[in-house]
């Protein structure tokens, strides 16, 4: 269905697709359409799907490898907006709890790398940035705006090195 939307659109590149069952009849209904990626992206690469190299092959005119398989049970954290969620939370120390128990399957992290440790300081100082000066002195600010800069450059390469780092032939 939303292939057969985008194609009479002449759509060039990502989109993100949502639908809602419609509960009257069991239809799909679309909701939206977004020209982007998606937040969940790095579940998708560690499940097995690169969907970043796809659309660097794509902008490079290359034949696109639309290797859509994966593996079902892939676990990924955002570490960074799991503990904003604990600090959200009312019961703190339940959701803390919650935040150190280990799940028992695989797991991989969003932004943490011990191969890229400086992708999550960029995260960890973006953060950091957003949370307001009060948190970071104007110095620290800054230097962690420069760390932010780096890691948005970092994240441009995505395009050619997938999640892992490893460069595409």
Do not use: H
């Not at 499940?47 to 639309?66: H, I, N, R, T, W």
């Not at 994966?70 to 570490?79: D, E, F, H, K, M």
């Not at 339940?94 to 191969?115: I, M, Q």
């Not at 620290?140 to 948005?152: D, F, H, I, N, P």
Request: glycine share 8%; with cysteine.
């Amino acid at each position: 269905m939303t292939d057969r939307f985008l194609t009479a659109l002449d759509w060039r590149g990502v989109a993100m697709a949502e639908y809602r069952i419609d509960a009257r009849d069991g239809t799909p209904k679309l909701m939206e359409v977004n020209p982007r990626l998606w937040g969940s992206l790095p579940l998708s690469y560690f499940a097995g799907v690169d969907f970043s190299f796809m659309l660097y092959q794509l902008a490079m005119g290359e034949p696109v490898d639309a290797n859509l398989e994966y593996t079902v049970g892939v676990q990924a954290r955002s570490l960074v907006n799991d503990f904003l969620q604990v600090r959200a939370r009312p019961d703190t120390a339940r959701a803390l709890v919650e935040f150190c128990t280990p799940s028992g399957k695989p797991c991989c992290y969003d932004g943490f790398s011990l191969d890229d440790p400086m992708a999550a300081l960029g995260l960890v100082g973006y953060y950091v940035e957003v949370a307001g000066k009060k948190l970071a002195p104007t110095r620290l600010a800054g230097l962690l705006s420069a760390t932010v800069e780096r890691k948005q450059r970092a994240m441009d390469s995505v395009l050619a090195t997938g999640y892992d780092g490893k460069k595409r032939e």
